[in-house]
Each structure stands twice: as structure tokens, then as C-alpha cells.
């Protein structure tokens, strides 16, 4: 088997010792000690998830943050080898000039970009940038955008009308080296078929092992009727310490930070929300405080005031060590992760989880890999002690 793959996230909307909310029609906020977004700090975070092993970093897209294209183009200059996992709109960036920035960042950056695709589950926030299709229509869009982008890339050139797009004579005068692969995500059936057809990687937001499974399966067989091979990420956040004890105690602190007037306010907004991944995430709490391990060391509590990915894996390093191994023996190669404040949680995780899985032979440092390196065995995974 391959080695797992671990990317971190860059708050571009500013962090904190608390959770800062944001997404999905949620106005960015704090419980309190909010560090700016600024390029000297995101460049920490950076550079301490280059150090510490993980292959890339996402940056989120929206009005609630910085943008994305431009922090992390600058955030290459300060690191050497850490990719950049870009979201991105179709909707606001039109196919040719995406095609030409990807090429464009791939030559400056020595190849280290990597494509979120996101159609944007939110039309209130769609209209404020000038999109005023409906959800369906933007997956149909998203799925044509993708077409025209990849047959770019390919050297082609394009001639496309489609429902929602159209170009006549599309040619990049230099290609992408390498071509990043595209994720994208999503848990309505328009979204499985345009990762059925594009998407390289397929990303679910962190929920329960058998809701994971099951989600696999459904993009298995639609790829497979695809004549395709797509592989899978997951995004969650993480709380990891030297004992469970220590890790719960600092999740029951920031659940204590939230208040009950910030949660109300938050899952009211996120009701709201067009996005079904965003409905599957609020079903895992239903705007309770108690009974949020939904799942062994799997915590529900950051859906309460923040939209987007909810969850967090909550436990020893061990513990959670076998929490991605079991996500892992699910078919789930890549794990996207977070953690507050991202400059210390980065390092519990990095420090604490990463040595355990590279001891399982299940992960590598990349900057320890070769090309001909051979593959890390798989080995059995020792269950450790503790809640």
C-alpha cells in the first residue's frame, strides 16, 4: 500500500485559542484571543506543517476569508516544498483564465499546487460575487468547467458550448508541469456525478466510519460507470495530547467557550443552508452540548459554531492513530486537518500522531521519500489503552 497522506489548513480568516466560526452564511467570529490572518503568521503555520511532514495546506474560499489564489502564491515564496491545496469557484473564475493560473502557479512554485474545487452550496453568497444560477445549475456548470479545464491542459484546443459555458478557440500557450489534481466534494447526487467524472480526489467531511463507507461506495460505483478511478480524502479536525484525558479536557474547553447566544446564532444561519453536506453535518449534533462523540474519539462539537467540516478526532495520539487507520482501511488516503490555534495543534499532531503511524509503516516524511523507494508495508496496528 501507499503512504497516507496528510495535509494541514491555513485559517485565512484569522485564529484563535478558541474556534473561529465562518462558512456557509456564518459571519466570522471568536470566543475571544482572534490572531490576525496576516502573512507573517499564516507563513508560521506554513512552514511548521512543512517541517513537520504534511504534504500540503488548504485554503479556504469565500467573502469570509482572504483569497485564496493570491495568500498562497505568496505563501510559496516562504516555503520550499509545502503544497498548496487552492479553493476555488467556478462560478467567479472563468475556465481559461483558471487553466492559465494553474500553469501560471505550477512553473512559479516548482509544481506545488493542488485544486479544491467547490461549486458553492450557498446562493445568497453566490449572487454577492455575481452568480445568480441556482444549486443544480451550478454543479452542471462545475461539471463543464472541468471538461474545458482538463482538455486545456491536455494541449488542446477547445471549442465547448454547453448549458452554462461556452469558448471558441481556448488554447494555453504553456501547459502545467505537473497538472494538479483536482478534489471536490460534495453529498448530493449532481455532485457524485461530477466527481464521477472529474475529480481526482474525492473529499467527505468527518463523519462516522459506516456514513464514510457508504459514501465511498456510491463514488466507487459511479466512477466505475465512468470508466474512472477516483481516491479519497477526508476533512476533520483534531485534538490530540499525550493522554485522552488531557486531549478531552481541552474539547470541553472549547465547547465552554462557545455560549449558548453564539450557538443558537450560528445553527440558525447554517439551517439556512442550500448545502446537503452542511445538513449531514448539523444532523450529527442537532444543536445539543452533551452526547457529541458521535463515534469512537469522533467529536461533533465544532459544528456548533462553525459551518463547513464539524468534527474533530479527539483523543491520545494513539487513539487517534487508530481512528485514521480505520478511515484508512476504508479506502481513505488523504487527510486534510485542522486544529486551534493551527501553529500548536499542528505540532501535537505532527509530534504526537505522525511518529505513530510512521512506525506502523503507514506514513513517511516526504522529504525522507524517493521515487524508487519502495512502498511501506502495511503492518497490524496495536490497539492502545485509554478513553
Not at 17 to 29: D, E, Q
Not at 187 to 211: C, I, K, Q
Not at 237 to 254: F, G, K, P, S
Not at 362 to 381: G, I, K, M, N
Amino acid at each position: 500500500m501507499s503512504s497516507l497522506t496528510f495535509h494541514w489548513f491555513l485559517p485565512t480568516y484569522g485564529d484563535s485559542r478558541h474556534v473561529v466560526g465562518g462558512g456557509h452564511g456564518v459571519p466570522t467570529g471568536s470566543a475571544g484571543g482572534e490572531r490576525p490572518a496576516t502573512l507573517g503568521y499564516l507563513t508560521q503555520i506554513a512552514r511548521a506543517a512543512e517541517d513537520l511532514g504534511f504534504e500540503g495546506a488548504l485554503t479556504p474560499t469565500g467573502a469570509w476569508c482572504e483569497d485564496a489564489w493570491l495568500t498562497t502564491a505568496m505563501l510559496a515564496r516562504e516555503t520550499e516544498r509545502l503544497k498548496f491545496l487552492v479553493a476555488f469557484r467556478p462560478g467567479i473564475v472563468a475556465p481559461t483564465l483558471a487553466a492559465q493560473m494553474a500553469a501560471t502557479f505550477q512553473r512559479h512554485s516548482g509544481g506545488r499546487l493542488l485544486l479544491n474545487v467547490v461549486t458553492g452550496g450557498e446562493s445568497h453568497e453566490q449572487r454577492a460575487y455575481g452568480d445568480f444560477l441556482d444549486k443544480d445549475d451550478r454543479y452542471a456548470r462545475t461539471g463543464e468547467f472541468l471538461e474545458i479545464v482538463k482538455e486545456l491542459w491536455d494541449g488542446k484546443t477547445v471549442d465547448f458550448t454547453g448549458e452554462q459555458l461556452r469558448v471558441a478557440g481556448a488554447r494555453l500557450a504553456r501547459l502545467p508541469d505537473p497538472v494538479p489534481p483536482v478534489y471536490f466534494g460534495g453529498s448530493s447526487p449532481a455532485a457524485g456525478e461530477v466527481a464521477a467524472r472529474a475529480a481526482d480526489v474525492y473529499l467527505t467531511w468527518g463523519e462516522p466510519p459506516a456514513e464514510v463507507e457508504r459514501k465511498i461506495a456510491w463514488i466507487r460505483e459511479l466512477a466505475d460507470r465512468a470508466g474512472r478511478r477516483v481516491r479519497f480524502g477526508i476533512r476533520l479536525h483534531v485534538i490530540t495530547r499525550d493522554t485522552a484525558e488531557a486531549a478531552w479536557a481541552e474539547a470541553q474547553r472549547l465547547l465552554d467557550g462557545f455560549g449558548p447566544e453564539a450557538i443558537r446564532a450560528v445553527q440558525a444561519g447554517l439551517a439556512r443552508s442550500e448545502s446537503e453536506g452542511q445538513r449531514r453535518m448539523l444532523a450529527l449534533h442537532g444543536g445539543r452540548t452533551d452526547g457529541l462523540e458521535i463515534a469512537p474519539n469522533l467529536w461533533a462539537g465544532i459544528g456548533l459554531v462553525r459551518g463547513g467540516a464539524g468534527t474533530a478526532l479527539v483523543g491520545s495520539h494513539t487513539e487517534v492513530a487508530e481512528r485514521i487507520v480505520e478511515y484508512q482501511r476504508l479506502g481513505i488516503e488523504e487527510f486534510i486537518l485542522s486544529g486551534h490555534p493551527h501553529v500548536e495543534e499542528a505540532y501535537w499532531f505532527g509530534e504526537g500522531v505522525l511518529p505513530v503511524l510512521r512506525d506502523a509503516g503507514l506514513w513517511r516524511h516526504p522529504a525522507a521519500r524517493t521515487d524508487d523507494s519502495p512502498a511501506p508495508a502495511q503492518v497490524p496496528f496495536a490497539a492502545g489503552a485509554g478513553r
